[in-house]
């Protein structure tokens, strides 16, 4: 069963920048394909980005595009959302989760979802 821990969350002004990270245990990380997905209170869960098991393929949403950058470092069962230029839009609880297969924009496409880390971004 695997498991997905995000963190580096935090509050932070506009324009700011923070990089999450999501640790995983408990299976072959490295065959996986990883998302990005967050929430803003009152709205659906949305695609944010999404790598490759190896990290050389990548996609955004439109939204983050040239802002937001998806990396992964299987040596450490882990992957990284580096958000920069932040915007209070962009407020939102992030989760990571393990891609599953059809569409990869879908939250339906993913499985083992982590708890979530909280974004604030002030204006």
């Known amino acids: 069963q695997v498991q997905l821990v995000e963190s580096g969350g935090g509050l932070v002004q506009a324009g700011g920048s923070l990089r999450l990270s999501c640790a995983a245990s408990?299976?072959?990380?490295?065959?996986?394909?990883m998302g990005w997905f967050r929430q803003a209170p009152g709205k659906e869960r949305e695609f944010v980005a999404r790598?490759?098991?190896?990290?050389?393929?990548?996609y955004y949403a439109d939204s983050v595009k040239g802002r937001f950058t998806v990396s992964r470092d299987n040596r450490k069962n882990t992957m990284y959302l580096q958000m920069n230029n932040l915007k209070p839009e962009d407020t939102a609880v992030y989760y990571c989760?393990?891609?599953?297969?059809?569409?990869?924009?879908?939250?339906?496409?993913?499985?083992?979802w982590g708890q979530g880390t909280q974004v604030t971004v002030s204006s």
């Open positions: 989760a393990v891609y599953r297969g059809e569409d990869y924009y879908s939250r339906e496409a993913y499985d083992y």
């Open positions: 408990g299976g072959p990380f490295s065959d996986y394909a």
């Open positions: 790598i490759n098991w190896i990290g050389r393929a990548t």
